[in-house]
């Protein structure tokens, strides 16, 4: 059985700042690269056979972790990168809402959204379905292979597999920094949800507002 890992990076300065990072590229901070080498370490016990990350620098390092343990090379797929924000790139969740709270909302419910320049969620879809076909191609029936991407792209990306609509990725919780989804592929059922939103500890969780998180998941976690 295939098992495919999508694995979000280890946390940015801006995630912890409730800043909205999209295509910006964006360094992990020093609590970011501690939780991808506790990471790494984990799984590296699922014995991967291939490494695949979005190209921005906070996952192609928090692939690099895992590369360091298992000797993978790591494979750069621009497919994967985070979900487009367009004009609120850079801005905090709140100067999000102050610049256009009608687009901001329907961002955040998963809806259409038609402003702002942001990446619809079909094209989004489209480009990491694409990217994680590529993705399990690399390994034999049977392998493993470990993707690293962002919050956002992560959510979606296990929305497309498993044939969700877009209002009930919405209602999924996103991946915590440098946790993952566990998927498995059935001969005859397909893609299952093994287990979603592992991580090596609680404590290496995001430092960001929790009480903002029910309102505004998505800018607290791309």
Excluded at 62 to 91: K, S, Y
Excluded at 141 to 151: A, E, I, L, R
Excluded at 214 to 221: F, G, I, Q, T
Aim: with cysteine; proline share 4%.
């Amino acid at each position: 059985m295939t098992r495919l890992i999508i694995w979000r990076h280890g946390q940015t300065a801006w995630n912890a700042s409730d800043r909205i990072q999209g295509h910006t590229d964006i360094d992990l901070d020093d609590l970011g690269r501690a939780q991808a080498v506790a990471a790494a370490s984990r799984l590296a016990e699922m014995h991967p056979d291939a490494i695949v990350s979005s190209d921005l620098r906070r996952a192609a390092d928090t692939a690099a972790a895992l590369a360091a343990v298992t000797g993978l090379p790591v494979h750069h797929d621009d497919r994967l990168r985070e979900r487009f924000l367009g004009d609120i790139q850079g801005m905090t969740g709140a100067e999000a809402d102050v610049f256009d709270a009608p687009a901001v909302g329907r961002w955040r419910r998963g809806e259409h959204v038609g402003a702002a320049n942001i990446e619809e969620i079909p094209a989004l879809s489209a480009r990491l379905s694409a990217a994680l076909e590529a993705a399990v191609a690399r390994v034999d029936h049977g392998g493993t292979v470990v993707v690293v991407t962002h919050g956002g792209a992560a959510k979606y990306a296990v929305g497309s597999l498993l044939d969700w609509p877009a209002d009930v990725s919405s209602r999924v919780m996103g991946l915590a920094n440098c946790h993952w989804s566990d998927l498995r592929r059935h001969p005859t059922r397909g893609w299952l949800l093994w287990s979603h939103n592992v991580g090596v500890a609680p404590a290496l969780e995001p430092l960001v507002d929790r009480s903002r998180l029910a309102d505004a998941p998505e800018s607290a976690r791309v």
